[in-house]
């Protein structure tokens, strides 16, 4: 079951490489992610020493959690086997890298996911292109609705 996707990130970045990883979650963050209280939109994945930790995501604090609520803002760590994270530490180093959550969703499981993004900035010229791409398709698919 899918809880949030962040559009922008495939619009500002061209993605090379998806990775899942697990997220480290606190109290009532479960139960806010159940009723999709999150944000996306500007976060992004940073490593702090040899640990991966999702920035900048914001999940609302629990309706019903009153004093046992969790904090909004803070970082949260990610779950990756080190192999991955060496990997990930490696690429990110080289010049434009960035990880960016692309969806967070539960599994079969019940266990929530980060579906990261390894992505390179889009100059304003390739952002248009994906624009015109857009359009040439929604027009297509218009006109073929026809027949």
Do not use: W
């Not at 992004?44 to 640990?51: C, L, N, T």
């Not at 604090?61 to 990930?88: C, I, V």
Request: net charge positive; aromatic share 8%.
């Amino acid at each position: 079951m899918e809880i949030a996707f962040n559009k922008k990130a495939r619009f500002n970045y061209e993605i090379l490489e998806d990775i899942e990883a697990g997220i480290q979650l606190v109290g009532t963050e479960v139960k806010a992610l159940r009723a999709k209280k999150v944000n996306l939109t500007d976060a992004y994945a940073v490593f702090r020493g040899k640990e991966l930790f999702l920035t900048n995501c914001k999940i609302e604090p629990y309706s019903h959690g009153n004093l046992f609520n969790h904090e909004p803002d803070r970082p949260r760590k990610l779950l990756l086997k080190r192999k991955e994270l060496d990997r990930l530490k490696g690429k990110i180093a080289q010049r434009g890298f960035a990880l960016l959550p692309l969806k967070m969703y539960f599994n079969q499981r019940g266990k929530v996911k980060v579906l990261l993004g390894l992505g390179r900035g889009k100059k304003i010229h390739d952002k248009r292109q994906t624009i015109k791409e857009r359009d040439l398709k929604r027009d297509m698919d218009r006109e073929m609705k026809h027949y």
